[in-house]
């Protein structure tokens, strides 16, 4: 982990004046960035990088911030790696929010001005949110607390020497600039049976731990609910999900779409066409 951007949290008004706490907010990567640490992702398209807090529960945006890079990075791990690309100040230290993170690239419209147009989704590269965050907890401890976001890549798979390479380069080869149709996906061979201790464990509780593997039977009709093709009409799947699937299958799962939804912990977001099909679809 390295931190690429740092929030500054400023006290309250009715306390006396002092340094402002700092979060440092750091990255870390899903296997949609790539087949092992996504630290290889190609971000040589990467125009600008955007951070948000917003509010628990009310989804209120409190403090937003996008800086345009000046100079481009070869990859993420150029990102993890380096200094912050964003300091900002002027939060109030109080309540409970979610940090937002997007890197936003001009794949199709090199120069073009990103940070202006940080909600349309055809532009992410890479996206993620924080777990919840007390910033009550900055006045408490006076200094600096971190907290980790951990990215989904835009899924973009390309041939390369070194074999199997991920991202800017892969825009417009295996996948178009407007974001292909996506789902969250189990990480690991598109199985839904992972190996689990307790139900947070699968996929943060979407489904039950039964002696040691995520549960596959229970019909829930959301992520990971089996789902099958009966006469054309698929059945399974509740409002919101869709039934997915190896191409060619008549069963499958139940997944949510990508990036619009932030892909549960044990998933990423995966692509149609990367081996994955819409069953009946």
């Given at each position: 982990?390295?931190?690429?951007?740092?929030?500054?949290?400023?006290?309250?008004?009715?306390?006396?004046?002092?340094?402002?706490?700092?979060?440092?907010?750091?990255?870390g990567?899903?296997?949609?960035?790539?087949?092992?640490?996504?630290?290889?992702?190609d971000?040589?398209?990467?125009?600008?990088?955007?951070?948000?807090?917003?509010?628990?529960?009310?989804?209120q945006?409190?403090?937003?911030?996008?800086?345009?890079?000046?100079?481009?990075?070869?990859?993420?791990?150029?990102?993890?790696?380096?200094?912050?690309l964003?300091?900002?100040?002027?939060?109030?230290?109080t309540?409970?929010v979610?940090?937002?993170?997007?890197?936003?690239?001009?794949?199709?419209?090199?120069?073009?001005?990103?940070?202006?147009?940080?909600?349309?989704?055809?532009?992410?590269?890479f996206?993620?949110?924080?777990?919840?965050v007390?910033?009550?907890?900055?006045?408490?401890n006076?200094g600096a607390?971190?907290?980790?976001?951990?990215?989904?890549?835009?899924?973009c798979?390309?041939?390369?020497?070194?074999?199997?390479c991920?991202?800017?380069?892969?825009?417009?080869?295996?996948?178009?600039?407007?974001?292909?149709t996506?789902?969250?996906?189990?990480?690991?061979?598109?199985?839904?049976?992972?190996?689990c201790?307790?139900?947070?464990?699968?996929?943060?509780?979407?489904?039950?731990?039964?002696?040691?593997?995520?549960?596959?039977?229970?019909?829930?009709?959301?992520?990971?609910s089996?789902?099958?093709?009966?006469?054309?009409?698929?059945?399974?799947?509740?409002?919101?999900?869709?039934?997915?699937g190896?191409?060619?299958a008549?069963?499958?799962?139940c997944?949510m779409?990508?990036?619009?939804?932030f892909?549960?912990?044990?998933?990423?977001?995966n692509?149609?066409?990367?081996?994955?099909?819409?069953?009946?679809?």
């Amino acid at each position: 982990m390295a931190a690429v951007a740092l929030v500054g949290a400023a006290c309250q008004d009715a306390l006396p004046p002092r340094p402002p706490a700092t979060l440092s907010v750091q990255l870390g990567t899903r296997q949609s960035c790539g087949l092992f640490s996504g630290l290889d992702y190609d971000t040589t398209c990467l125009a600008a990088v955007y951070v948000a807090a917003r509010s628990v529960p009310s989804g209120q945006i409190l403090l937003e911030r996008c800086v345009a890079l000046d100079e481009r990075r070869d990859d993420l791990g150029q990102i993890l790696r380096g200094t912050p690309l964003l300091e900002t100040a002027g939060l109030s230290a109080t309540g409970v929010v979610v940090f937002e993170v997007r890197g936003l690239h001009d794949a199709a419209d090199v120069g073009a001005d990103r940070c202006a147009e940080a909600n349309v989704v055809d532009h992410w590269l890479f996206w993620g949110e924080s777990d919840p965050v007390d910033l009550a907890t900055l006045n408490d401890n006076g200094g600096a607390i971190a907290t980790r976001v951990f990215v989904d890549c835009r899924d973009c798979g390309f041939d390369c020497p070194a074999g199997d390479c991920f991202g800017c380069q892969g825009i417009g080869e295996t996948c178009p600039a407007t974001l292909p149709t996506s789902f969250c996906v189990p990480g690991v061979a598109f199985r839904c049976d992972k190996r689990c201790e307790e139900d947070g464990d699968c996929f943060e509780g979407a489904r039950r731990c039964d002696d040691g593997t995520c549960d596959t039977l229970d019909e829930t009709g959301e992520l990971c609910s089996p789902c099958v093709l009966n006469d054309d009409v698929v059945d399974g799947c509740n409002e919101g999900f869709a039934c997915v699937g190896p191409p060619g299958a008549t069963q499958g799962f139940c997944a949510m779409s990508c990036p619009d939804n932030f892909c549960p912990d044990g998933t990423r977001c995966n692509r149609v066409g990367n081996n994955l099909s819409i069953i009946g679809g």
